[in-house]
């Protein structure tokens, strides 16, 4: 199977209405030129999964600028000033997510768990409406597992089969949001032939990816 597509093919998978997961720290890790491409097309009414909303300028926070997202689950949004405005005007419907809980309901999503168990936020407002369980005499709240559409996923050095190599901290959500959604699309900074990587610094493997962008022919 041929797994490299054009951009414009790529964002073509991405509808209206669509729940997406997108690989990144403050835009560290994003797939910038994916993301670029999906502001001039205008896709709407997006679930956005990531990290944080990054900068108004940078990365998937140019998509919260461009009013693109209905929906945004992360960690975090106090470096884009525009998402807690779109948040306190109710444009935006913002979930605030503990970062370690975050993480791991993308990895139940992937690892087809059924939710993990945390201590995090146990008597706290992000209790309400979860559901509590106690084991061995301490109590956790159910956090149910996440999965999207699609994932937006950024590699340094991609083979033609998928397999990818990160540079440094842009590993980042990129590794297990490539296992959580249905459809798993990498930009590239470069694009190798198979067998051209060591299999030692192959972080994702190639069975995740569903297709690939070449970001540096494009």
Do not use: W
Request: net charge negative.
């Amino acid at each position: 199977m041929n797994k490299l597509v054009s951009i414009d093919e790529a964002v073509d998978m991405i509808k209206d209405g669509m729940t997406i997961m997108v690989g990144g720290f403050l835009g560290c890790g994003n797939p910038h030129k994916i993301i670029d491409k999906l502001v001039e097309k205008n896709v709407k009414d997006l679930t956005l999964i990531c990290n944080d909303s990054s900068f108004p300028d940078y990365g998937v926070g140019k998509l919260v600028v461009n009013h693109q997202i209905k929906k945004l689950i992360a960690s975090h949004v106090g470096t884009n000033p525009e998402t807690g405005r779109q948040m306190n005007a109710g444009e935006m419907e913002v979930v605030l997510v503990p970062q370690g809980t975050l993480a791991e309901q993308v990895r139940a999503g992937g690892a087809g768990l059924g939710g993990i168990l945390t201590p995090t936020g146990v008597g706290t407002v992000i209790e309400e409406g979860k559901e509590k369980i106690t084991v061995d005499g301490v109590e956790y709240l159910l956090e149910k597992p996440l999965k999207a559409d699609v994932a937006l996923i950024a590699g340094q050095k991609v083979d033609k089969f998928g397999n990818i190599v990160y540079f440094g901290a842009t590993r980042n959500f990129n590794t297990i949001m490539a296992t959580a959604a249905d459809i798993v699309i990498v930009e590239a900074d470069e694009v190798v032939e198979v067998g051209d990587l060591d299999p030692n610094d192959v972080v994702t493997s190639g069975i995740f990816v569903d297709y690939i962008v070449d970001g540096g022919a494009n």
